[in-house]
């Protein structure tokens, strides 16, 4: 059974940068795409990005310019880093596996079918 | 303002059938499938759908999806008190995942 454990500083001040860490234990690595994904207190999902074993990502182009996703193939673990912080950074941020596959018309689809538990990010001077 | 529109709210009585909507364009879910998360209170959210209408394995059959065009809808039959929680819809566009803003389902 695959589980995803997180980790990562949960108090940052206005300009610094956010970096995440999830680990993937008890199950492949190297099929899959990964995903970070933040909903900020009271509100709705925010998908930030994704990334593959090989380091191919994709970003929500909203948060492009401030956002690295990077990925450690030899610790089954992917990070994330959020520059130059602000308060509307504040939430908590969920990692999920992120399968991709291909429909009968060649389609690539996706969803996210296993979670970490979340960090909370307050971002506060 | 998300780019699918979802009901802030729902209800229902223990027993009923519930739908919640998921309104997008033809950019997201008239062209690409929808997914279905359950958030419960204080956790992180589960997928409940995927592709329009599969469910997960260990998902229970009451919990059903289609998706007609560029609308989609869960549905939820025979409800119970613990399916009380936040639902999301989401879709791929373009070159994102973009999610509704949730339906927070309430059972009487």
């Known amino acids: 059974q695959v589980q995803l454990q997180q980790w990562g500083a949960g108090l940052l001040k206005p300009s610094e940068t956010l970096s995440l860490t999830c680990a993937v234990y008890?199950?492949?690595?190297?099929?899959?795409?990964w995903s970070w994904i933040r909903q900020p207190p009271g509100k709705g999902l925010e998908w930030i990005g994704e990334?593959?074993?090989?380091?191919?990502?994709n970003y929500n182009p909203s948060l492009k310019s401030r956002v690295t996703i990077s990925v450690d193939t030899s610790k089954n673990q992917f990070s994330l880093k959020l520059s130059s912080v602000t308060a509307a950074d504040t939430a908590v941020y969920y990692c999920?596996?992120?399968?991709?596959?291909?429909?009968?018309?060649?389609?690539?689809?996706?969803?996210?079918?296993?979670w970490g538990k979340g960090t909370t990010v307050t971002v506060s001077s | 303002q998300s780019v699918l529109t979802q009901p802030p709210s729902a209800s229902g009585t223990p027993g009923q059938r519930v739908t919640i909507s998921c309104s997008g364009s033809?950019?997201?879910?008239?062209?690409?499938?929808v997914n279905w998360y359950q958030q419960l209170p204080g956790t992180a959210p589960k997928l409940l759908i995927y592709?329009?209408?599969q469910r997960p394995s260990g998902v229970p059959d009451r919990f059903s999806g289609s998706k007609s065009g560029t609308s989609a809808s869960l549905a939820i039959s025979g409800l119970q008190s613990e399916d009380e929680a936040d639902y999301y819809c989401?879709?791929?566009?373009?070159?994102?995942?973009?999610f509704g803003g949730g339906t927070k389902l309430t059972v009487l």
């Open positions: 592709s329009n209408n």
């Open positions: 008890g199950g492949s690595f190297s099929g899959y795409y």
């Open positions: 033809s950019s997201n879910i008239g062209s690409n499938t």
């Open positions: 989401a879709a791929w566009d373009d070159s994102l995942i973009v």
């Open positions: 999920a596996r992120t399968p991709h596959y291909y429909d009968s018309s060649g389609r690539r689809r996706r969803y996210m079918d296993v």
């Open positions: 990334i593959n074993h090989s380091g191919s990502t």
